[in-house]
């Protein structure tokens, strides 16, 4: 039971342009997301993170929003860069619940094309 | 380099044996993370010890267990092992302070295991 849904396995993105990378989620009592990216070889590190009680969060090339009504939620990533070239896991936790464990999704492979 | 120690790097042994991976936290880490990354599972999260005592289950299986030393350091131990359990383990910590869950984890670089 996949609580925590990437869909894409993979997405290719031409440099400079948006990369949109997506995550569903079936648990209502989750009230956490996170986004976080990993390099090959490397352990994930932590990218952004939005609460239920908001819609959208930013910081700097890299904006999450939150759909509650569609348990859906997006990273936008503008301008896409070179850098940006790694596998992204959506995360979800219910932080309201006293164990509030986090559940990953499968990931998605960013790859940013010059 | 996220400050968090693994070891092995690699660990190839064979089906029914027991393996011990190692983490050394950031220093002033007090909470440690164990996760696995497997082909077709992902990023599971396993168990999160706290200062020497275990602070939440994830999926972690019956023939697993982990311990956090007086040191912080931490040791997840793979039992009985079976060719599924082959995967990336990753060990995370974090400064949190009241033991909950923390979104800055840091990371360490993992231990590829191998079952044949």
């Known amino acids: 039971d996949q609580q925590v849904k990437q869909n894409s396995p993979s997405l290719s993105v031409q440099e400079g342009r948006i990369s949109i990378l997506n995550c569903d989620y079936t648990n209502s009592m989750f009230d956490y997301f996170l986004w976080y990216k990993k390099y090959p070889a490397e352990g994930p590190t932590f990218l952004i993170s939005?609460?239920?009680?908001?819609d959208k969060n930013e910081d700097g090339r890299f904006t999450v929003f939150l759909n509650k009504s569609a348990k859906h939620l997006s990273l936008h990533i503008v301008p896409s860069q070179p850098g940006d070239s790694a596998v992204y896991f959506c995360a979800a936790s219910a932080r309201g619940r006293r164990d509030d464990k986090i559940i990953f999704g499968k990931g998605t492979r960013l790859h940013i094309l010059p | 380099d996220s400050g968090v120690t693994q070891t092995p790097k690699h660990l190839i042994t064979a089906t029914g044996q027991r393996v011990t991976l190692r983490c050394s936290p950031r220093s002033g880490d007090l909470s440690v993370y164990w996760y696995q990354q497997s082909l077709d599972q992902g990023l599971q999260f396993l168990i999160q010890?706290?200062?020497?005592?275990?602070?939440a289950k994830g999926n972690i299986l019956e023939r697993f267990s982990a311990q956090q030393f007086p040191d912080l350091h931490s040791e997840l131990n793979l039992s009985s092992l079976e060719l599924g359990d082959s995967a990336l383990y990753f060990c995370?910590?974090?400064?949190?302070?009241?033991?909950?869950?923390?979104?800055?984890?840091?990371f360490g670089p993992g231990t590829r295991l191998t079952v044949l």
């Open positions: 995370a910590s974090s400064v949190e302070t009241s033991g909950r869950w923390s979104d800055t984890q840091y």
């Open positions: 939005i609460s239920s009680i908001k």
């Open positions: 010890y706290y200062n020497g005592e275990e602070r």
